[in-house]
């Protein structure tokens, strides 16, 4: 089960855009052999990894984990049946996902260019933490996206997908409107993910 992984917590401090933390780096990329895009945002305190499952995996393979620290290749993040081992961290970061129960992936992630619209989004709405990974491999090139929706009701993870509104772009508020699968019709708007203040 791969899961979109970043806790509540940071999120609500990132919806509020308190603590930004502006030496943070974003990079994007896939688990390979699987349709599980990868996000990840951090800066030498602290990183936040987004799993976000696609059409095929994501009741099972989303997965917010925030960890306090810089990326590392020492040590292996774990947080329940998740367990990321970092190979690489640099332009590219790549490593091994394990998830209890699926065979383990590797991923890989490239370092986000600047004026892309590539990056990791989220919001706290009614459906959950929403969350909305974007790849774009060149400025003039169509972004793709693929997002989530997680929640906890009564000790069990709901997760639905999340829709970006097409063609993806930046309104003037400087977010992306999408809205869940199960609720077409309310539409909010996520914003750059921004990690939590110290």
Known sequence: ???????????????????????????????????????????????????????????????????????????????????????????????????????SASFSTELVKPRSLAGVYDALVPCGHAGLIVRQSAGSAAPAAQGTCVTTILGDTVVEQVNPVMPVALGADSGISASTSDAPS????????????N
Request: contains cysteine; glycine residues 12%.
């Open 186 to 197: 309310e539409m909010f708007t996520l914003r750059p993910l921004v990690l939590a203040g």
């Open 1 to 103: 089960m791969l899961l979109c992984l970043v806790a509540l917590n940071g999120c609500a401090d990132n919806a509020s855009g308190a603590g930004r933390d502006s030496e943070a780096q974003v990079w994007v990329g896939e688990v390979a052999g699987s349709d599980v895009a990868v996000g990840i945002v951090a800066s030498a305190q602290r990183s936040t990894l987004f799993f976000c499952g696609g059409d095929s995996t994501y009741p099972d393979h989303t997965h917010w984990f925030l960890h306090q620290g810089p990326l590392s290749q020492t040590a292996p993040l774990e947080d329940g049946r998740f367990r990321v081992t970092l190979s690489a961290v640099g332009e590219r970061v790549e490593g091994n996902l394990e998830i209890e129960g699926f065979d």
